[in-house]
């Protein structure tokens, strides 16, 4: 499997926006997706106010989140559960490792969960010769072809329905089909028999209630149920952020996340889970760990900028109305988190050095703000970021962004600052500007400017690749304000307001 | 009423004419205009791209010039750099008195539309304009500051004018300041989809509030050699024959 990284974030995206069945796809999502969702939240009343409880909650529980853990962590052991401290991936990774290890087992079915896809458990449990089956159909068919999700909620969004198709013929030995209900059926029924037999099941975390240590998951297959209450253990990992006080602000978020996410009024199914099964003829596990896992997130947790990032529910919908997701899909990013809130989050988790292009990869449209049902205000924390990749220091600490190859953008930025500060430089800038543009304008127009010219300039390179750059003026406004305007205070009498 | 006007160095140095229609329709509405030539850039090239050291220099020279000012207001035919001057007051995290001063100046500074439609209470310019208009949301004017009603409005006013809705109007054109030069791919991609709702609408003219999207537009209109002209409100507004 080849494995896109961030750091090459702008040729991953080029060679996304040459596949015309993502372009499709993409379209086809974000359409779908942003009907169903505007659908969705009109059938709530005072949608806004929801949006303001949900992040002062939020807000309030990353405040103290230190007592809310303890709170999570004594509530869910009085029920039977078992809580684990993981400060990394790697850390949590291994306590899966042990846990399963320990109890002898190998069979082992995951539901979707984006916790760990981010450390990447699979990879660390295929390592030590255990391999888990995916049990959320879009995570199955991934999984099958050894691929990445490249959306949070919707992992296979890429795939077309020909390609799922004839991975199955390929992976799993149908007949040709493209009858989806074929493929469906197909899938259920392998899983099944996956879920028949497994030993542990490992699951995300929607939401932690601290005061009850009751665990949510949020779904619509019904394969996380079984997942969670099959198996005689239950593994969860969650990141910390997941915390909510109260089990009644459950009513607050459950009216926000399927709506933003997939357009649902609710998902089909919602499983609270607190501790172990009551009695010994009881449903459920005989054993719940959960994994509370940092990785990174106290550094969000930080700052006072930056820790609205924690806020986040993994709704999805600020992908779903990015246009440079919707251009480029989650691939491109080369990171588990896609679309604006992953530009924002993956710097964070695993260092801007090697994931400085993410903030940059916005129009700061704020079309993901608009959406984000806790108000993440996501242009302001890419601003934050590039502002401390400009800096060259994240939290007052040095990272590790290499000086070199910014050298020409930090000096036309200097430059600017200098000549623009006042306006007779300011005017000799432009009068220059003028000049020069000779050599490239006709028509009043500067058409594609390639070649030597282009690489000498990359910026108008760069522009006029896609499109004609007007040329500057003859005469500036402020020209023709001394000239003209200035003096002329008459209002035509014919042109004047009734 | 006294209305300093903040013309942008995009509308200074490539659209003056957009600048000399700001000024014959405020005039029209009744205002008096002055314009400060000390002004340069609101800065945001740099706040957006990083560089928040260069940007403060800007917030602080524009703070100095418009304290001086006596006018009443500041108008900008600028959704995005009226909104910079909304965000000048982030530059200054841990002083206070500038973040008064840019809240104070700020409070007082309206995108051109918006002044005409929310201050001047002011709807019809008796503007004439022969065309099928349509209306590109500039996403600062729009999430900014919640510009949406008011140019619509203002252009159904427009006698002889046609206006029509695009669809995806609030959907960015792909510009982004530096973004456009940094991943120019993705832009372009980004913008084909509004060339293509904007083809498709009939129209003969897409209006907006922001030389910056009308120059990305325009610069692929002009490209795919387009029927369809960009054109800013100001100089709908301003036109009467």
């Known amino acids: ?498 | 009423m006294k209305v300093s006007l903040f013309i942008t160095c995009l509308v200074d140095q490539l659209c003056p004419n957009v600048g000399v229609a700001a000024v014959e329709v405020l005039r029209r509405a009744g205002c008096e205009v002055i314009f400060d030539e000390r002004q340069t850039c609101c800065g945001q090239p740099a706040f957006n791209t990083g560089y928040r050291k260069e940007a403060r220099k800007f917030a602080e020279r524009f703070i100095e010039i418009y304290e001086e000012s006596e006018a009443e207001y500041i108008v900008s035919p600028s959704g995005s750099c009226t909104a910079m001057v909304k965000h000048f007051h982030e530059l200054f995290p841990d002083d206070q008195n500038w973040r008064e001063r840019c809240k104070k100046i700020a409070a007082k500074t309206y995108e051109f539309s918006s002044f005409l439609v929310n201050v001047l209470k002011i709807e019809n310019l008796n503007a004439k304009f022969d065309g099928k208009l349509t209306w590109h949301d500039a996403c600062h004017g729009l999430r900014d500051l919640n510009i949406r009603r008011e140019p619509r409005k203002l252009l159904q006013n427009v006698e002889k004018a046609e206006f029509v809705e695009l669809q995806g109007a609030d959907v960015c054109c792909g510009f982004g300041g530096t973004f456009s030069v940094k991943f120019p791919e993705i832009s372009a991609a980004i913008l084909d989809n509004k060339i293509e709702a904007i083809e498709k609408s009939g129209a003969d003219f897409v209006v907006s509030c922001d030389a910056s999207c009308l120059m990305q537009i325009g610069g692929r209109l002009s490209r795919i050699n387009s029927k369809v002209k960009p054109l800013h409100i100001a100089e709908i507004l301003a036109a009467q024959e």
């Open chain 1, 1 to 498: 499997m080849n494995q896109l990284t961030s750091e090459t974030f702008d040729s991953n995206a080029r060679a996304s926006l040459k596949d015309v069945h993502l372009r499709g796809a993409l379209k086809n999502l974000a359409a779908t997706f942003g009907e169903r969702r505007r659908t969705a939240i009109a059938s709530v009343e005072n949608w806004e106010n929801l949006r303001e409880k949900a992040r002062a909650i939020k807000d309030e529980t990353l405040l103290h989140l230190d007592q809310y853990l303890e709170n999570f962590a004594e509530n869910a052991e009085r029920a039977g559960a078992k809580i684990h401290w993981a400060r990394d991936g790697k850390e949590a990774s291994q306590i899966v490792l042990n846990l399963i290890v320990e109890r002898n087992a190998s069979k082992v079915v995951k539901s979707k969960s984006m916790a760990t896809e981010e450390i990447h458990l699979n990879r660390a449990l295929e390592a030590a010769g255990i391999n888990p089956v995916e049990t959320d159909l879009g995570e199955w068919i991934i999984q099958l072809a050894e691929e990445t999700p490249s959306h949070i909620v919707v992992p296979a969004i890429h795939k077309t329905k020909k390609q799922i198709a004839d991975l199955f013929v390929e992976k799993v030995g149908i007949e040709p089909t493209d009858d989806v209900d074929v493929l469906t059926r197909t899938a259920r029924n392998i899983l099944r028999e996956r879920f028949a037999e497994a030993e542990i099941g490992i699951s995300g975390v929607n939401f932690g209630v601290a005061e009850t240590g009751t665990i949510l998951i949020l779904e619509n297959e019904g394969n996380a149920r079984l997942t969670t209450s099959l198996p005689k253990t239950h593994i969860a990992v969650m990141g910390i952020e997941k915390i909510i006080p109260k089990f009644t602000d459950l009513d607050v978020f459950l009216k926000l996340l399927p709506r933003s996410g997939t357009g649902q009024r609710l998902t089909t199914y919602q499983s609270l889970i607190t501790g172990t099964k009551r009695s010994v003829n009881g449903e459920g596990p005989e054993e719940v760990h959960i994994i509370l896992m940092d990785n990174g997130r106290s550094r969000m947790l930080a700052h006072p900028v930056t820790r609205q990032s924690l806020a986040c529910i993994r709704c999805g919908a600020c992908l779903n109305a990015c246009p440079v997701y919707g251009a480029v899909g989650g691939h491109a990013y080369g990171a588990v988190y896609p679309g604006p809130i992953g530009a924002v989050i993956t710097p964070q988790l695993i260092g801007i050095g090697a994931t400085k292009q993410l903030p940059y990869a916005s129009s700061l449209c704020g079309a993901c703000r608009e959406v984000c049902p806790v108000k993440i205000d996501i242009p302001e924390l890419l601003l934050h970021l590039r502002a401390e990749i400009t800096d060259g220091e994240a939290n007052g600490k040095k990272t590790d962004i290499p000086i070199k190859g910014k050298f020409a953008e930090r000096f036309a930025f200097g430059v600017y600052g200098l000549a623009w500060k006042r306006a007779g430089i300011y005017k000799i800038g432009t009068k220059t500007a003028r000049l020069m543009q000779k050599f490239v304008a006709r028509d009043g127009k500067i058409g594609e400017v390639s070649g030597f010219l282009g690489k000498l300039a990359p910026p108008l390179g760069n522009w006029t690749a896609f499109r004609d750059a007007p040329v500057i003026a003859p005469k500036s406004f402020r020209d023709i304000w001394r000239e003209e305007l200035k003096n002329d205070l008459s209002t035509k009498d014919t042109k004047k307001m009734n």
